[in-house]
T-cell receptor
Framework: NAGVTQTPKFQVLKTGQSMTLQCAQD?????MSWYRQDPGMGLRLIHY???????DQGEVPNGYNVSRSTTEDFPLRLLSAAPSQTSVYFC???????????FGPGTRLTVL | GQQLNQSPQSMFIQEGEDVSMNCTSS?????WLWYKQEPGEGPVLLIA?????ELTSNGRLTAQFGITRKDSFLNISASIPSDVGIYFC????????????FGTGTRLKVLA
């Protein structure tokens, strides 16, 4: 049981480049979400999904797109990276109650 | 947007001491969560609280859902070196949506 996996662990982009951060879970959880964590700050919700085919915006959605074609996968796309998107990105999945929430190990992204 | 004030921001304590930290919100929450994050890893859920006044323990950790529903407290008894990390609170104003707002964290350092 791998839980929540994220790839890559580290990534450096140039301004304007695009990329996709991958997130997968093997717990058959319906709810998945993406957060970003900046120094000295808590996690902020970017996008979330309550099931395959259903996504919605969180607190800081601008510059990011998501899709949820399967229950297992929830990729996060940066269409045109900006230095302000330098951050650590965490994916999480949640089962039927809040105490079944698990975070992935994170992707550390630097945009030059 | 909604704010979660978490205090203290950081603390140094001696091994064996008890630790207290708290979170306050400008909004009424339906769920409070407490996490621990260690360097280079994602947050790990410690305790989930679902109703006002609830007191829940997880080993040496005890958390309470404030009766005003605008605050929560976490206590760690008899701290040990492996308690080092950043502790986050998170709250949700809407039951069942799992859209959480995170505090800025309390960085705990334990002196042996």
């Amino acid at each position: 049981n791998a839980g929540v996996t994220q790839t890559p662990k580290f990534q450096v982009l140039k301004t304007g480049q695009s990329m996709t951060l991958q997130c997968a879970q093997d717990m058959n959880h319906e709810y998945m979400s993406w957060y970003r964590q900046d120094p000295g700050m808590g996690l902020r919700l970017i996008h979330y999904s309550v099931g395959a085919g259903i996504t919605d915006q969180g607190e800081v959605p601008n510059g990011y797109n998501v899709s949820r074609s399967t229950t297992e996968d929830f990729p996060l796309r940066l269409l045109s990276a900006a230095p302000s998107q330098t951050s650590v990105y965490f994916c999480a999945s949640t089962g039927t109650s809040a105490d079944t929430q698990y975070f992935g190990p994170g992707t550390r992204l630097t945009v030059l | 947007g909604q704010q979660l004030n978490q205090s203290p921001q950081s603390m140094f304590i001696q091994e064996g001491e008890d630790v207290s930290m708290n979170c306050t919100s400008s909004s009424i929450f339906n769920t409070w969560l407490w996490y621990k994050q260690e360097p280079g890893e994602g947050p790990v859920l410690l305790i989930a609280l679902y109703k006002a006044g609830e007191l829940t323990s997880n080993g040496r950790l005890t958390a309470q859902f404030g009766i005003t529903r605008k605050d929560s407290f976490l206590n760690i008894s008899a701290s040990i070196p492996s308690d080092v990390g950043i502790y986050f609170c998170a709250g949700s104003t809407t039951s069942g949506t799992y859209k959480y707002i995170f505090g800025t964290g309390t960085r705990l350092k334990v002196l042996a």
